[in-house]
C-alpha cells in the first residue's frame, strides 16, 4: 500500500513538474519574440547573458498585450533613431565648414588607445605560419565561436611575414562607398596619397574622376562573392571575377570575416579559385585577420557604440589610423539625401535601392549613424580629416 502511495506521488509530482516547464517554455518563447522586437540580433538566452555580464540588473516585464508591446517598442526605437539621425544630419554642415587642421597629437592618442586593446600585428593579417591545412583554429569571429578546419591551399595564399609591419605612411585616404562621392570631383586628391584602402571590392570604373583608382589594400566581404559573380558556378561567372581582379592592379584583398558559419562554404570556394589562378594573379595578395574581432568589439562599446558588427569602414580606419601620420576619409556618409539632394547608398548602386539598403544599414547590422557621428568627433579633433565637400575648386 505504502509503495502504491509513493507511487502516487511521484505521478502528481512529474505531473506538477510538466505543467511547470510547459508554462516556463511558453513564457519563454513569448519574451524571446519580444526581445527580438527590441533587437532582432539577441534572443533571451543571450540577451540575458550578455547583460548580466554588464553587471546590469534585469526585470523582465509583465507582457499583457503583444500586439500593444510591439508597438510600443516599434515607436520607441523609431523616435530614438530618428532623434539620432536628425541630430548628426544638422552637424554636417558644422563638419563641412569646420576650419579643419591636422591633429598630431591627437592622432596619436587615438592610436595609443586602440593599441591599448588589440594587438596591431593580428588585425592585418595572419600569415602562413599560422595556420596547417586540416588544422583545427579559431578565426576572428569570438573567443566562444566554435573552431573551424582550415582550408586546404590557404597556407600557401598566406603571406609569409606580416604586411605593413615596418611600413609609416605620411598621407592615407579610406574610400568608402557612400553616394556622397558622386560628383565629387575627388578622385585625383585620393589618388595623390601614399597610401590607399578601399571596401567591399567597389567598382572604379566609370567613377575615376570621383573615387580616384589607386588602390592598396581593398576588402572583400564574402557576400560579394555569392552576390557579384554567382559564387562562381558557371566559367562565365569566374572570368569575370579573374578580369575584375586583375583589372584592379597591385593590391591585397583583405577578407575580414573567415570563420561565421554562414560564409565558411564561401571562402574555401575564393581560396579554392585563387589557389588555381595564382599563377595568372600574381597581382592580389590574400589577407585574414586573425581572431581580434571581440577586442576590438570592446574598444567601440567603451566608444558607445554597440552593434551587432562594426562595419568594414570602421574596421579599416582603425586599422589605416594605426599605419598612417594624417588619415582622410572619403565616401563616409550614412545617409539617403546630402544637402537636400537625394543620393544612393552606395555610389554604384541605381537609386531605386535606397531605401532597402538604408533600412537594412540602420537596423540589422550596423549602427552607421553612430559611427558616422564617432568619425565627425574625429574630424574636429583634428585627428581624421573627414571629407564631405566637393574636391574640385582646390
Known amino acids: 500500500m505504502r509503495a502504491f502511495e509513493r507511487y502516487l506521488a511521484l505521478l502528481a509530482m ?3 513538474m510538466c505543467i511547470v516547464l510547459t508554462y516556463m517554455h511558453s513564457w519563454i518563447g513569448t519574451v524571446e519574440e519580444h526581445l527580438r522586437s527590441v533587437d532582432p540580433s539577441m534572443g533571451f538566452i543571450s540577451t540575458l547573458k550578455s547583460r548580466t555580464l554588464l553587471g546590469e540588473q534585469i526585470s523582465i516585464p509583465k507582457i499583457t498585450n503583444t500586439k500593444e508591446f510591439k508597438e510600443d517598442v516599434n515607436e520607441e526605437l ?14 554636417v554642415e558644422d563638419v563641412i565648414s569646420y576650419p579643419w587642421q591636422p591633429n598630431h597629437t591627437a592622432a596619436v592618442s587615438k592610436r595609443e588607445e586602440m593599441l591599448s586593446y588589440f594587438n596591431l600585428l593580428k588585425v592585418l593579417t595572419m600569415t602562413s605560419d599560422d595556420v596547417t591545412s586540416g588544422h583545427l583554429a579559431r578565426f576572428y569571429s569570438a573567443k566562444s565561436k566554435r573552431i573551424v578546419s582550415v582550408p586546404g591551399g590557404m597556407h600557401d595564399l598566406l603571406p609569409k611575414r606580416q604586411l605593413f609591419r615596418k611600413n609609416r605612411y605620411k598621407k592615407c585616404s579610406l574610400v568608402g562607398n557612400s553616394g556622397v562621392l558622386l560628383q565629387s570631383g575627388c578622385g585625383k586628391n585620393i589618388d595623390q596619397s601614399d597610401f590607399v584602402v578601399r571596401c567591399n571590392f567597389a567598382t572604379m570604373k566609370g567613377f575615376e574622376k ?13 557576400s560579394i562573392l555569392r552576390n557579384n559573380y554567382n559564387s562562381l558556378l558557371t566559367e562565365k561567372d569566374r572570368l569575370q571575377f579573374k578580369n575584375d581582379l586583375i583589372g584592379y592592379g597591385n593590391f591585397v584583398l583583405w577578407v575580414p570575416v573567415f570563420s561565421d558559419h554562414a560564409v565558411s562554404a564561401t571562402i574555401r570556394t575564393l581560396i579554392d579559385f585563387l589557389g588555381k589562378n595564382k599563377d595568372d594573379l600574381t597581382n592580389v595578395q590574400l589577407a585574414f585577420p586573425g581572431n581580434v574581432l571581440p577586442d576590438i568589439e570592446e574598444f567601440w562599446f567603451s566608444k558607445d557604440i554597440d552593434e551587432e558588427r562594426i562595419s568594414t569602414g570602421l574596421l579599416m580606419y582603425m586599422i589605416s589610423s594605426l599605419l598612417c601620420d594624417e588619415l582622410h576619409l572619403y565616401g563616409f556618409y550614412p545617409f539617403p539625401e546630402f544637402r537636400n539632394k537625394q543620393i544612393p547608398y552606395h555610389y554604384y548602386q541605381s537609386m531605386n535601392r535606397t531605401a532597402e539598403n538604408y533600412d537594412f544599414g540602420y537596423m540589422k547590422v550596423h549602427r552607421l549613424p553612430d559611427e558616422f557621428a564617432y568619425l565627425t568627433k ?11 565637400e566637393t574636391c574640385s575648386a582646390k
Open 78 to 91: 523609431d523616435e530614438e533613431d530618428s532623434m539620432l539621425i536628425a541630430e548628426v544630419k544638422a552637424d
Open 378 to 388: 574625429l574630424h574636429k579633433e583634428g585627428a581624421i580629416k573627414l571629407h564631405l
Open 210 to 222: 570621383d573615387v580616384g583608382t589607386k588602390v592598396d589594400v581593398v576588402t572583400f566581404n564574402p
Open 14 to 16: 512529474s505531473t506538477c
